[in-house]
């Protein structure tokens, strides 16, 4: 994964976190649920950008 993949995702994750946190100071459940969402997307922009190193290391190998 590169570093700008990893960053992007990153950042996604700390968006997600801090509009989650602000839906539940104000009480809005939209904001709740779309900074889930987020930390969502990010999770998954991980898990793929994961699974493509993994692939690459076992090409190498070979």
Same mark, same amino acid.
Do not use: H, M, Y
């Given at each position: 994964m590169?570093?700008?993949?990893?960053?992007?995702?990153?950042g996604k994750n700390i968006e997600g976190a801090a509009q989650e946190a602000l839906?539940?100071?104000?009480?809005?459940?939209?904001?709740?649920? +779309?900074?889930k969402a987020k930390q969502k +997307?990010?999770?998954a922009s991980h898990t793929i950008e994961d699974?493509?190193?993994?692939?690459?290391?076992?090409?190498?190998k070979v």
């Open positions: 590169s570093v700008e993949d990893r960053a992007k995702a990153t839906g539940n100071i104000t009480g809005d459940p939209k904001d709740k649920a +779309q900074g +997307q990010a999770e699974a493509k190193d993994a692939v690459k290391d076992a090409v190498d």
